[in-house]
C-alpha cells in the first residue's frame, strides 16, 4: 500500500510540474523583438544560428568524455588517498588497488574509445561532406 501511495504521489507530482507551464501562458508579443536582438548579438560575437549535427553530435560526445575523464581521475585521487591513509595495511590497500585499478582501465577505455570516436566521425564528416580524407 505504501509504495502505491509513493508511486501515486510522484505520478502526481509529475503530471503537475509538466502542467505548469500550459497553467502560465505567458505573453509573448515582444518575443520576436527580443529573438531579433538575441541574434544580432549572437551574430556580432561570431556565433552561428545553426549548427549542423555531426558538429552537435561530437560537441555532445566531447560533452561526455570530459565528464567521464573528470571522474575516473577524481577515482584515482581517491583511491591514491585511501592506499596512502591505510595504517594497517589490509582491506583498506586492497580496496584502493582495486579502485586505482579500475581507474586506470575505464582511463584506457576512454582513451580508446575517444579515438574511435573521432575516428569514426571523422569518416562521416568526410564523407558527408565528398571532399577526400588527407
Do not use: H, W
Not at 13 to 21: D, K, V
Not at 28 to 44: E, V
Not at 97 to 109: M, Q, V, W
Amino acid at each position: 500500500m505504501q509504495t502505491f501511495l509513493r508511486r501515486a504521489a510522484g505520478s502526481v507530482i509529475a503530471f503537475g510540474l509538466s502542467a505548469f507551464p500550459l497553467l502560465t501562458r505567458a505573453d509573448t508579443t515582444g518575443s520576436d523583438q527580443i529573438l531579433t536582438g538575441l541574434s544580432r548579438a549572437g551574430g556580432t560575437a561570431g556565433y552561428q544560428e545553426t549548427v549542423s549535427l555531426p558538429t552537435l553530435i561530437g560537441s555532445f560526445i566531447n560533452v561526455l568524455f570530459s565528464l567521464s575523464g573528470i571522474i575516473l581521475v577524481c577515482m584515482l585521487v581517491y583511491g591514491g588517498f585511501l592506499y596512502l591513509t591505510d595504517a594497517g595495511g589490509g582491506e583498506g590497500v586492497k580496496k584502493a588497488k582495486k579502485l586505482i585499478n579500475s581507474a586506470i582501465i575505464g582511463i584506457i577505455i576512454m582513451a580508446s574509445a575517444y579515438t574511435i570516436t573521432y575516428f569514426v566521425l571523422t569518416q562521416i564528416t568526410t564523407a558527408a561532406s565528398g571532399t577526400a580524407a588527407s
